[in-house]
């Protein structure tokens, strides 16, 4: 299943990028993000439906909490899209 990957620097960051999505009616998930896709040790991803990636950007500027990274998975494979 598609679904796009937004890498947060740490737990608490992704915990806090998951109250604010959560606030603006969107669904995800915090998890441990593939090794191969981040060098930061202490990196958590929040996954996200592909249908509410503009939303979730939004939301989440707005709340001035920038991802380090945004991955789509696609056909088993993650390839990045953005910062």
Excluded: W
Excluded at 10 to 18: L, P, W
Excluded at 21 to 50: E, K, M, N
Excluded at 61 to 83: A, N, S, T
């Amino acid at each position: 299943m598609e679904h796009y990957i937004v890498l947060a620097r740490s737990v608490t960051y992704a915990q806090r990028m998951q109250k604010s999505l959560s606030r603006a009616g969107i669904r995800c998930q915090i998890f441990r993000p593939p090794r191969d896709l981040t060098d930061l040790g202490c990196a958590y991803a929040v996954r996200i439906a592909v249908s509410n990636l503009p939303e979730a950007l939004s939301a989440l500027h707005k709340d001035r909490l920038d991802p380090v990274q945004i991955f789509i998975y696609q056909q088993g494979q993650y390839q990045e899209v953005g910062p």
